[in-house]
């Protein structure tokens, strides 16, 4: 299973770096709408970044998480 918050694998305790951004942006003890809002910016930065064809090889899985 995969811990957002910790960006890590729990199964394995790995950490997952394409994770580490998310991880830096939503928190638990934000309320919910917040690590929403956190979340459709990541998105919104993301597709920006293709548009401008400046994705990072991390972005997709990053995105699909």
């Not at 890590?8 to 998310?22: F, H, K, Q």
């Not at 003890?29 to 990072?56: C, D, H, P, T, W």
Request: hydrophobic fraction near 35%; proline fraction near 5%; charge should be negative.
């Amino acid at each position: 299973m995969i811990d957002f918050y910790r960006g890590i694998d729990r199964d394995t305790d790995l950490v997952i770096p394409y994770l580490a951004e998310l991880a830096r942006k939503i928190s638990p003890k934000r309320s919910a709408n917040a690590n929403y809002r956190s979340i459709e910016q990541l998105v919104e930065e993301l597709g920006s970044r293709e548009a401008l064809n400046r994705s990072r090889p991390d972005d997709q899985a990053l995105l699909e998480a």
